[in-house]
T-cell receptor
Framework: EDQVTQSPEALRLQEGESSSLNCSYTVSGLRGLFWYRQDPGKGPEFLFTLYSAGEEKEKERLKATLTKKESFLHITAPKPEDSATYLCAGAQGGSEKLVFGKGTKLTVNP | NAGVTQTPKFQVLKTGQSMTLQCAQD?????MYWYRQDPGMGLRLIYY???????DKGEVPNGYNVSRLNKREFSLRLESAAPSQTSVYFCASSTGLVSNQPQHFGDGTRLSIL
């Protein structure tokens, strides 16, 4: 069964304290690994798509990387406005379906 | 820049009542999706429509029906609401995962069933 597991479930950081979120996946014929940000009361907002092992993408303080078994979202010198739940999802081969993880809730304290 | 618009934003129903959740997108996307999000469960796909005129079941379709009214609109209907369907419902659209394009989400409908 296809599965995406995110860890930790929750993470508290001080402003400026860098860290990484993990997304482990077993998705048949993975065609893409997606990262989203979700703020309270809002829908998920697209951040990145990674297609192949070794690929990296960056946006401001965020950098996403992909291996054959997992993806990492690295947050460098976070600010309070980076506080959100971060979701990862795998696209199944030959399908319109995304398999979502349960998310990591990030809190950045000033 | 409306993107994906969902109505209503909030709704309270009694058990057994019926309701239709509306979703419209203005990005000329082919594919549309309905998810539910529950605490500790993550996003689960209910139904999707890969193109106008087609619909397919997702992971949790029981108790729901959908209609792809045209390319812009995709509605979700609860025929006889049950407390287990209390959830936040999200609609999304995409040019299509076959092309590895991301899904874009609306801000959800918060549904409570008493």
């Amino acid at each position: 069964e296809d599965q995406v597991t995110q860890s930790p479930e929750a993470l508290r950081l001080q402003e400026g304290e860098s860290s990484s979120l993990n997304c482990s996946y077993t998705v048949s014929g993975l065609r893409g690994l997606f990262w989203y940000r979700q703020d309270p009361g809002k829908g998920p907002e697209f951040l990145f798509t990674l297609y192949s092992a070794g690929e990296e993408k960056e946006k401001e303080r965020l950098k996403a990387t992909l291996t054959k078994k997992e993806s990492f979202l690295h947050i460098t010198a976070p600010k309070p406005e980076d506080s959100a739940t971060y979701l990862c999802a795998g696209a199944q081969g030959g399908s319109e379906k995304l398999v979502f993880g349960k998310g990591t809730k990030l809190t950045v304290n000033p | 820049n409306a993107g994906v618009t969902q109505t209503p934003k909030f709704q309270v129903l009694k058990t057994g009542q019926s309701m239709t959740l509306q979703c419209a997108q203005d990005m000329n996307h082919n594919s549309m999706y309905w998810y539910r999000q529950d605490p500790g469960m993550g996003l689960r796909l209910i139904y999707y429509s890969a193109s106008e005129g087609t619909t397919d079941k997702g992971e949790v379709p029981n108790g729901y029906n959908v209609s792809r009214l045209n390319k812009r609109e995709f509605s979700l209907r609860l025929e006889s609401a049950a407390p287990s369907q209390t959830s936040v419902y999200f609609c999304a659209s995409s040019t299509g995962l076959v092309s590895n394009q991301p899904q874009h989400f609306g801000d959800g409908t918060r549904l409570s069933i008493l």
